[in-house]
Nanobody, 114 residues
Framework: QAQLVESGGGLVEAGGSLRLSCKVSRVILSTFVSKPMNWYRQAPGKQRELVAGMSPGNIISYADSVKGRFTISRDNTKKTMYLQMNNLKPEDTGVYYC?????WGQGMQVTVSS
């Protein structure tokens, strides 16, 4: 079973940037490159929502609320996925989770102050 370890969350002012990372271990490279990767978030009192996803063929999708501000990427050699978040807004506040092949990261708090 894959293990996902996230890093990069924290507190930032509105308009700032953060880069989230998600290191995937316990999978071989061929498995890593063949599976989709996703970032979700859960705001207080709300359901978990899909923020960004990347298919094995690098087809990317974003939630409307983050289009033009967030960028998902992956480094196959490092078996790591990223979420670059720019122009952050207070409504981006929440716990962010990476998802890979039905496995989840531990979640990271992202807080955007106004």
């Amino acid at each position: 079973q894959a293990q996902l370890v996230e890093s990069g969350g924290g507190l930032v002012e509105a308009g700032g940037s953060l880069r989230l990372s998600c290191k995937v271990s316990r999978v071989i490279l061929s498995t890593f490159v063949s599976k989709p990767m996703n970032w979700y978030r859960q705001a207080p009192g709300k359901q978990r929502e899909l923020v960004a996803g990347m298919s094995p063929g690098n087809i990317i999708s974003y939630a409307d609320s983050v289009k033009g501000r967030f960028t998902i990427s992956r480094d196959n050699t490092k078996k790591t996925m990223y979420l670059q978040m720019n122009n952050l807004k207070p409504e981006d506040t929440g716990v962010y989770y990476c998802n890979f092949d039905k496995n989840w990261g531990q979640g990271m708090q992202v807080t955007v102050s106004s």
